[in-house]
């Protein structure tokens, strides 16, 4: 069965891609995603993505910004778990700094301080090899160094 694809004009696509753009912010390569599912012409998509980055729509810095602020604050991320995420949508390391700028190491710390307590408190009742490999891994699998959870699992000897 044949599906009736409809076709867009450039301007229709930009229109698209301007609304796309507005409504959160959005790095280069998940908008050449979307404009391939528009159009199947790559110079048209350049084009496209041009015009957005002059127009404002399009600003990887400020995605990094903002995508590192907010998977911090309310994923409590670390920074190696945004850092591998901003690579996999293809973002200069130039850029992942700016972003990883923006997060304040003293409240970087104090969250993480945080969030082990917090861990802590679900496990208390036992404080064995088991117990610290499970707060290792939840810290582990959100990115934060591994020298920084180490030296707090560490003091719980």
């Known amino acids: 069965i044949l599906m009736n694809k409809k076709y867009f ?3 229709e696509i930009q229109k698209k891609l301007e609304y796309y753009c507005s409504y959160q912010e959005r790095c280069h390569s998940e908008v050449f995603n979307k404009i391939m599912t528009l159009t199947t012409n ?3 998509a ?3 993505i041009t015009k957005l980055i002059d127009d404002g729509y399009l600003n990887e810095t400020r995605f990094c910004k903002e995508y590192s602020i907010g998977k911090f604050k309310h994923k409590n991320w670390g920074k190696n778990r945004i850092i591998s995420e901003l690579k996999k949508r293809k973002i200069s390391n130039r850029n992942i700094e ?3 700028d923006e997060i304040d190491e003293d409240i ?3 969250r993480f301080n945080e969030l082990f307590d917090k861990q802590l408190e679900r496990h208390a009742s036992k404080n064995d090899m088991y117990t610290k490999k499970k707060i290792f891994d939840y810290f582990a699998y959100r990115g934060w160094e591994k020298d920084l ?3 707090k699992i560490n003091k719980l000897s």
């Open 46 to 48: 350049n084009n496209i």
């Open 98 to 100: 700016m972003g990883l």
């Open 42 to 44: 790559i110079g048209d």
């Open 149 to 151: 959870i180490f030296k």
């Open 9 to 11: 004009s450039i301007d």
């Open 108 to 110: 970087y710390i104090e």
